[in-house]
């Protein structure tokens, strides 16, 4: 089994920075394929980025497009979310999910997911 551990949410302005990290431990013998959703209160999860095993390859929400940066740490599964730029509508739990295959935006299709971590940006 795969524990994932989000950490680095907390309380930022309006146009500040932000970075949550998650690191998957437990059963981690596979390469896995990490990503990010969110889920503000009263409205529905949705997806925020994505990266593959070898980093070669991101995905991301066009609501965050340009403002945030997911990283990974060579041949480990501990992935980074560096926020910048963020607004209000930023707020809400991240959560951070993880499968053996790239499952881009597919939430149905990650094994793993953490608890969340939650992110608040004050105007």
């Known amino acids: 089994q795969v524990q994932l551990v989000e950490s680095g949410g907390g309380l930022v302005q309006v146009g500040g920075s932000l970075r949550v990290s998650c690191e998957a431990s437990g059963s981690t013998g596979s390469r896995l394929a990490m990503g990010w959703f969110r889920q503000a209160p009263g409205k529905n999860r949705e997806f925020v980025s994505a990266i593959n095993w070898s980093a070669d390859s991101t995905y991301y929400a066009d609501s965050v497009k340009g403002r945030f940066t997911i990283s990974r740490e060579s041949a480990k599964n501990i992935v980074h979310l560096q926020m910048n730029s963020l607004k209000p509508e930023d707020t809400a739990v991240y959560y951070c999910?993880?499968?053996?295959?790239?499952?881009?935006?597919?939430?149905?299709?990650?094994?793993?997911w953490g608890q969340g971590t939650q992110v608040t940006v004050s105007s």
């Open positions: 999910l993880a499968d053996r295959y790239y499952s881009y935006a597919d939430y149905s299709a990650y094994d793993y």
